[in-house]
């Protein structure tokens, strides 16, 4: 790729040893190896989504891409694993560069995964959990808005990041809505060092994301999103679409079958039976929720795999950003890369330039 402006080598960039300032996030079914690896050898950085995999199946992604590319790359865990100490352990010994959370972190693994040269990049969604998590010693966070795929908080981009970059001395970066150098460059002058994306790299020719699926994005406008609590209990923004308009009326999927679902997804992840029934069992106490919902909750991840692995258009769950109203192809992705680099450089010249604007 061409030289790019000098401002955009933030000292992150150093520390994670990638060219460009920018994250392809953790995205449950979505980032594979093969999305990871392409992501890493442009000089950004991937993330494996490993909280939708057995263990032998990270094992495996992570060879994959060690094949693929010999750039640094991360992977994106599930810290309520029942196996995450294993997991853990394997990382370290398998020469992992970087560890994301997909939920928040125990101080006990910041610390194991910093003590073996791990770096660690969990997101947050609100300032007084960066201030925790920088006390923890985390190395960076991932600061997403409200505006943001998947399980997402609800501050806005453009309030959170000027305040978790005022509030922590460690590095950030911005998510939450962002696609483009304009949003690289908006982010640098809140005070992040970089940007970490979803939805822009899922609507990627790397990501296998169905196409049916994939044009289901590209449909859906800007206000064609919700931040909905309906699925699992927890803020989620996905596509608004006909499922989860149901879901919202509480018609909720019939028990017996919820019932059936979740108990694929235990074995397909291997979950301990016991694990399933504490889980719900907390959910229940936690979050007033009714068996029909528990069993949904506990049902979500297969829910989203048969979306958005097997194509299957009417169960229509479809996590996203809200910036896919703005998105209109889906590029490789070292197009993605260099058009952000591109564009935030030619941003940055116009802004520095003492010419006078007509
Ligand atoms: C399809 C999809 C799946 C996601 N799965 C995960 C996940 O497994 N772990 C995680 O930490 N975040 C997950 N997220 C959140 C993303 O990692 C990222 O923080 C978010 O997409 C950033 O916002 P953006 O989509 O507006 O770029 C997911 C997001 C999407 C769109």
């Not at 399980?151 to 922590?168: D, F, R």
């Not at 999927?253 to 679902?261: D, E, I, W, Y």
Request: aromatic share 6%.
């Amino acid at each position: 790729m061409n030289d790019f402006h000098p401002k955009l080598r933030t000292p992150i960039c150093e520390k994670l040893g990638i060219d460009y300032p920018i994250i392809q996030t953790g995205m449950g079914w979505v980032s594979t190896a093969k999305l990871t690896a392409a992501t890493s050898a442009t000089g950004a950085i991937g993330f494996l989504a490993t909280a939708t995999q057995t263990f032998a199946e990270m094992k495996s992604s992570v060879r994959e891409i060690q094949e693929l590319t010999g750039n640094p790359f991360g992977i994106n865990v599930r810290t309520d694993s029942p196996d995450i100490e294993e997991r853990l352990d394997w990382a370290i010994k398998a020469g992992i560069n970087v560890v994301s959370f997909a939920q928040a972190p125990k101080p006990e693994m910041v610390k194991k995964l910093s003590d073996s040269g791990i770096i660690t990049i969990p997101t947050i969604a609100a300032r007084r959990h960066a201030e925790k998590v920088a006390e923890w010693g985390v190395d960076a966070v991932i600061a997403q808005g409200q505006e943001g795929g998947g399980h997402t908080g609800e501050v806005p981009t453009s309030v959170l990041i000027p305040q978790v970059t005022k509030a922590i001395d460690i590095p950030v970066f911005a998510a939450g809505g962002i696609t483009d150098g304009r949003g690289l460059v908006a982010s640098l002058a809140w005070g992040a060092q970089g940007i970490a994306m979803g939805t822009r790299f899922l609507l990627s020719s790397e990501s296998d994301v169905p196409a049916e699926i994939k044009q289901a994005y590209f449909n859906a406008m800007v206000t064609d999103t919700i931040r909905t609590k309906s699925i699992d209990g927890v803020p989620q923004r996905v596509i608004n679409s006909e499922m989860v308009q149901n879901l919202e009326k509480n018609r909720y999927l019939k028990f017996p079958r919820a019932l059936t679902n979740a108990l694929k997804f235990r074995q397909a992840t291997s979950t301990p039976l016991s694990d399933l029934f504490k889980e719900a069992l907390a959910m229940r106490k936690n979050q007033n929720m009714t068996w029909a919902q528990i069993a949904l909750a506990a049902n979500a991840p297969m829910l989203t795999k048969a979306t958005m692995v097997d194509g299957n258009h009417k169960i229509g769950i479809m996590p996203t950003g809200v910036g896919l109203g703005v998105i209109e192809s889906a590029p490789t992705v070292s197009e993605i890369v260099e058009e952000i680099m591109k564009e935030a450089s030619q941003c940055l010249s116009d802004l520095s330039s003492t010419e006078e604007i007509e």
